[in-house]
T-cell receptor, first 115, second 108 residues
Framework: DVKVTQSSRYLVKRTGEKVFLECVQDMDHENMFWYRQDPGLGLRLIYF???????EKGDIPEGYSVSREKKERFSLILESASTNQTSMYLC??????????????FGDGTRLSIL | QKEVEQNSGPLSVPEGAIASLNCTYSDRGSQSFFWYRQYSGKSPELIMF????GDKEDGRFTAQLNKASQYVSLLIRDSQPSDSATYLCAVWMGKSTFGDGTTLTVKP
């Protein structure tokens, strides 16, 4: 079974802090994704990566950056946390297989509160 | 217009009935289509994926894809209370885009 592990289940930070959310997958997947999920707004893609050191902006990249130094690890960084970044953050990974994208496997999520 | 739209719900069906969930998408070039189930407080889990026009069946679940009409649907036969969840439609169009989800309640 694919295992996607997010470093924290719950996290509380203060406005202006630099926040790191970590995600590790154990199935040698090429693609990794970061989403946030908010009531009424659904699941929105922040960034994704299809290879080490590669990244692509999703629909809402503003205020975030990412790092993928190793294939199994994809980090989401909030450069200067703000209260509107309080949300559930979900990491996912998938295999790369040409034009037909493979299903994504999700971590348990990190519920981040910015005070 | 949203890139991926799902019927707004919530949807309520009696136990044993067929639940029908619908999704339309805007990009004709989309190649891959997925249905995920998400229980309250949990992360999404894959139910079905479909790449070709037509029907794909897996147990009580059937995914239907019509690329000409740009819709994909999920049918759940013999619905059970344990099927009560939010169902998310996802489409790969160069990036991953999810619909807002349809909440299904199956009443005993």
């Amino acid at each position: 079974d694919v295992k996607v592990t997010q470093s924290s289940r719950y996290l509380v930070k203060r406005t202006g802090e630099k926040v790191f959310l970590e995600c590790v997958q154990d199935m040698d997947h090429e693609n990794m994704f970061w989403y946030r999920q908010d009531p009424g707004l659904g699941l929105r893609l922040i960034y994704f990566s299809y290879d080490v050191k590669m990244k692509e902006k999703g629909d809402i990249p503003e205020g975030y950056s990412v790092s993928r130094e190793k294939k199994e690890r994809f980090s989401l960084i909030l450069e200067s946390a703000s209260t509107n970044q309080t949300s559930m953050y979900l990491c996912a990974s998938s295999l790369e297989s040409g034009s037909a994208n493979q299903p994504q496997h999700f971590g348990d999520g990190t519920r981040l509160s910015i005070l | 217009q949203k890139e991926v739209e799902q019927n707004s719900g919530p949807l309520s069906v009696p136990e044993g009935a067929i639940a029908s969930l619908n999704c339309t998408y805007s990009d004709r070039g989309s190649q891959s289509f997925f249905w995920y189930r998400q229980y309250s407080g949990k992360s999404p889990e894959l139910i079905m994926f479909i790449y070709s026009n037509g029907d794909k069946e897996d147990g009580r679940f059937t995914a239907q894809l019509n690329k000409a009409s740009q819709y994909v649907s999920l049918l759940i036969r013999d619905s059970q209370p344990s099927d009560s969840a939010t169902y998310l439609c996802a489409v790969w169009m160069g990036k991953s885009t999810f619909g807002d989800g349809t909440t299904l309640t199956v009443k005993p």
